[in-house]
């Protein structure tokens, strides 16, 4: 069902826009990204879960050519139900998607809540049980449709998002007085960027 990709064109557009800015230098000097995908129903969407394939795709090539490991989770509204992976080399990429579930069935979201949970759990060098995230302090990168709302009125950590079929002007604004940025993907595959420096439309 969801083996149609996106072109590539785009998605090269789309992630040299998002990710964040950490220089992948050496296998010693790691691109490190935490990933937190919304789990509410209303992402159980068939284009919104080719655009989330995509994106995930496209971040794991960099982990099994060993520039890149990424933290992933679900999200919706409790902190406590945060279940991160360390996704650290090909046969990790290999157990996620032999494991990763298509059909998203959670409730209301709360990005606030578990962004600053998030925040917490780095600065206390004890990251979900992972380890020490305090030096690296990765950026987050949201992967949502942007259907609810925040609850927040900042966000305590650099924060970037994807927001799939709908603009969500509270969380651009919030992502960007983070420090990073919002990118926007509608039904027509319109890809726009906000970032300090403004609006940047990536494709039409």
């Not at 496209?58 to 050519?65: A, C, N, S």
């Not at 002007?169 to 300090?196: T, W």
């Amino acid at each position: 069902m969801y083996q149609r990709m996106i072109p590539n064109f785009k998605m090269k557009f789309l992630t040299k826009d998002l990710i964040v800015n950490v220089p992948v230098q050496t296998s010693e000097k790691k691109q490190i990204l935490i990933i937190i995908l919304d789990d509410s129903g209303s992402m159980n969407d068939t284009l919104k879960q080719i655009w989330v394939n995509a994106l995930l795709i496209d971040r794991f090539r960099y982990v099994i050519t060993g520039e890149a490991e990424i933290y992933f989770s679900e999200f919706v509204y409790y902190p406590e139900d945060l279940k991160f992976r360390h996704i650290k080399n090909e046969e990790d990429v290999k157990k996620f998607w032999k494991n990763f579930n298509n059909y998203p069935n959670g409730g209301a979201t709360n990005i606030g809540r578990i962004v600053t949970d998030i925040s917490e759990k780095v600065a206390s060098k004890n990251f979900y049980g992972l380890g020490d995230l305090s030096q690296t302090k990765p950026e987050i990168l949201i992967i949502n449709d942007a259907n609810d709302s925040i609850g927040y009125d900042s966000l305590p950590y650099k924060t970037n998002a994807v927001c799939l079929m709908k603009e969500n002007s509270e969380l651009k604004n919030l992502c960007i007085n983070s420090g990073g940025k919002q990118v926007v993907v509608n039904s027509r595959d319109r890809i726009v960027a906000y970032s300090l420096d403004g609006e940047e439309i990536i494709s039409e």
